[in-house]
C-alpha cells in the first residue's frame, strides 16, 4: 500500500501524475484526504480523495508515504498529525519515503536527510537540513525519494516505481505513455 496524501494547496500535477503512473504499474496507492474528503489544489482543482485521515492504517502493508509540494499544501502536510505519524512509521519500518517540489522541506525538518542526496523546489535547499542537496531532477538516496517539481513528476512517479518493482516496468510505463 502506498498513500499519497493531499492538502488544500497541494500540486496536482505532482500528486496525481505520481499516483496514476503507480497505478498503471500495478501498484496500490491510495490518496489520503487531509482534513476534508475533497482537496483543493494549488490551482484550484478539486480532488475527491480515497480516504480521509482516519482511514490510514500504519501497518506492514505500507510500502511507501508520498508527499507532494505546492503552497500552502507543503505546509499544510506539515502541519498533519496523520502525516507526521505516516512519516514516523515508514522511517522506523524501513519503507520508502517520497516528497516532490517544496515537501522534501518536511523531510528536512525532521533531519531525515542529513547526509543523504536530496533536492527540492528552488529555494527551499536551506530547509533540507544536513542534505546533500544537488539541484538534480530526481534523487533516490536508501529509501528516500526526493524530486525537483512539478516539470519532473513523471521521472520522480517512475523512479518510484522502480525501487517498488523494478526497472522494466518503469521503462515499460515510460514507453508506453512516450514520455522520451
Request: charge should be negative; charged fraction near 25%; hydrophobic fraction near 45%.
Amino acid at each position: 500500500m502506498v498513500y499519497c496524501f493531499l492538502a488544500n494547496g497541494f500540486e496536482e500535477i505532482e500528486a496525481l501524475a505520481t499516483v496514476d503512473i503507480l497505478r498503471r504499474a500495478g501498484i496500490e496507492v491510495l490518496t489520503v484526504g487531509v482534513d476534508e474528503d475533497v482537496i483543493i489544489g494549488s490551482h484550484q482543482i478539486p480532488v475527491l480523495a480515497d480516504i480521509r485521515e482516519g482511514g490510514v492504517k500504519l501497518d506492514d502493508s505500507l510500502e511507501a508515504v508520498i508527499l507532494p509540494g505546492g503552497m500552502p499544501g507543503t505546509i499544510n502536510l506539515q502541519k498533519s498529525s496523520c502525516v507526521q505519524k505516516a512519516i514516523d512509521f515508514a522511517l522506523e519500518n524501513n519503507k520508502y519515503l517520497c516528497a516532490i517540489c517544496a515537501a522534501p522541506l518536511i523531510l528536512g525538518h525532521k533531519e531525515i536527510l542529513k547526509d543523504k542526496k536530496a533536492t527540492c523546489y528552488p529555494g527551499f535547499e536551506a530547509d533540507l537540513k544536513g542534505a546533500d542537496v544537488t539541484g538534480g531532477y530526481v534523487e533516490a538516496d536508501g529509501k528516500v525519494i526526493t524530486a525537483k517539481g512539478a516539470g519532473v513528476a513523471i521521472d520522480f512517479a517512475l523512479k518510484i516505481t522502480e525501487m517498488l518493482k523494478d526497472k522494466k516496468t518503469a521503462d515499460d510505463i515510460n514507453a508506453s505513455i512516450q514520455s522520451k
